[in-house]
């Protein structure tokens, strides 16, 4: 039932003409629709979060200018003593401060109504195939595909949108390492509730009972992202490191399939050499331009995510 259903949406494109279309859909089956707000104060919030969500690459040097605002060479709110000891401190506890590695943060931000109106900024349609998951449960939600820039971790996220569609259930994002030495990542990521997603961290928390959530494709898969074609690349067959992980932990791993992401920014890609040089650091060779100086994506194509029926593990 599952696979004719996915099938379906691979062919028209949206997870609810497909839902529609679809001869039999598990029962159970559920859909949350967040279409675009039109009122102003909705219009604002939606903008607004969408934009929060979008730009913490861009937070370190709203910090920075925070900094110089109160220096004396702006408001002199401060000496430049104690300007250079804020930095100093800062930068002390990115290096020894590593919450990352073991239960990281509340992950309040990711589960806040900020994600609910970040995904109707982008006409966000969900659906959850089958009943809701037992609470009691253990789950490894595996998300493809990884996009340019990963807008598809809204739907992991909510109040209306993974509140509603599986009640009782948060999960930590496994995300990689260099996102906590970034200023601003470090801090969305952790506000988030991401921890390192290297195999020891995400077991140990496994282990504790904590639902994981993943993008097995990677850089890799980024990298394919191509918005000029209708065909959307995957990495699956080399990534095994998830299933097993969920083998070893004895979780069902839960699939989900986000449409549209890959026309919402535009892609850039640099030259095969310095793509090359960036991979041995676990870094993109593509770049993204979203609307005007940020990294926001443009309107026209709503996003659609599909969440499948849990594949047992044993």
Not at 125 to 134: F, I, Y
Not at 221 to 233: Q, R, V, Y
Request: with cysteine; glycine share 12%; proline share 7%.
């Amino acid at each position: 039932r599952s696979s004719l259903v996915w099938c379906r949406l691979l062919g028209m494109g949206g997870p609810s003409r497909a839902m529609v279309a679809a001869k039999s859909t598990p029962a159970g089956t559920e859909e949350v629709q967040l279409p675009r707000l039109t009122s102003t104060v909705g219009n604002a919030l939606q903008f607004t979060s969408a934009l929060v969500f979008a730009s913490y690459f861009w937070f370190a040097p709203l910090m920075a200018l925070g900094i110089v605002s109160i220096s004396p060479r702006g408001l002199g709110l401060v000496g430049w003593r104690t300007c250079v000891v804020i930095v100093a401190a800062y930068l002390a506890q990115l290096v020894l401060y590593k919450p990352h590695l073991s239960h990281g943060w509340s992950p309040w931000l990711l589960y806040s109504p900020l994600s609910d109106f970040a995904a109707h900024y982008y006409d966000s349609t969900c659906v959850r195939e089958g009943p809701p998951l037992d609470p009691n449960g253990h789950f490894l939600f595996a998300v493809y595909p990884h996009g340019i820039y990963g807008v598809c971790r809204l739907f992991t996220g909510g109040v209306k949108l993974f509140g509603k569609l599986f009640p009782g259930i948060q999960m930590r994002w496994g995300s990689f390492s260099s996102a906590f030495y970034v200023p601003g990542v470090r801090e969305f990521s952790l506000l988030a509730g991401c921890l390192d997603a290297s195999k020891p961290v995400l077991s140990r928390a496994a282990a504790r009972g904590e639902h994981i959530a993943l993008l097995p494709g990677g850089i890799d898969e980024m990298m394919l992202t191509d918005g000029e074609s209708k065909d959307t690349k995957l990495v699956m067959l080399e990534r095994k490191g998830y299933a097993k992980l969920a083998i070893e932990q004895g979780m069902d791993i839960v699939p989900g399939f986000c449409f549209g992401e890959k026309w919402v920014h535009k892609t850039v890609h640099m030259p095969p050499f310095l793509q090359r040089v960036l991979r041995k650091f676990r870094l993109s060779g593509t770049l993204l331009k979203g609307r005007g100086p940020t990294f926001l994506g443009f309107l026209g194509v709503p996003l659609g995510f599909v969440w499948a029926e849990p594949i047992r593990v044993k």
